[in-house]
């Protein structure tokens, strides 16, 4: 079990960017593979994006492909979310996600530690 702390969250104008930090505790950050998701007003949880333990493959959500990476610090326990050309759409809470399963999931019953989210808000 990890517990997780999302920062980096605010106001930004569409066009914009920020970088989401999704700080792990414990020692076996390395053995985790990470996931980003997020939720709109109104809406359901959505995948972002995710990446696997080594850091060797990642994955991200049809609606921000292009526009969002994520990447991992394994020393820093850390994973990020980088998030560019930023859209009123995107306006969420984001929340990062963990899980000992090799693979990334989509799904958010395939993590089983969660952090309290991090509000987006992206003005017109």
């Known amino acids: 079990q990890v517990q997780l702390v999302e920062s980096g969250g605010g106001l930004v104008q569409a066009g914009g960017s920020l970088r989401l930090s999704c700080a792990a505790s414990?020692?076996?950050?390395?053995?985790?593979?990470m996931g980003w998701f997020r939720r709109a007003p109104g809406k359901e949880r959505e995948f972002v994006g995710g990446?696997?333990?080594?850091?060797?493959?990642?994955l991200v959500g049809d609606s921000v492909k292009g526009r969002f990476t994520i990447s991992r610090d394994n020393a820093k326990n850390t994973v990020y979310l980088q998030m560019n050309s930023l859209k009123p759409e995107d306006t969420a809470v984001y929340y990062c996600?963990?899980?000992?399963?090799?693979?990334?999931?989509?799904?958010?019953?395939?993590?089983?530690?969660w952090g309290q989210g991090t509000q987006v808000t992206v003005s017109s």
């Open positions: 996600a963990a899980t000992l399963n090799f693979y990334v999931s989509r799904q958010t019953t395939g993590y089983t530690d």
């Open positions: 414990g020692r076996t950050f390395n053995s985790h593979t």
């Open positions: 990446i696997r333990a080594s850091g060797s493959t990642t």
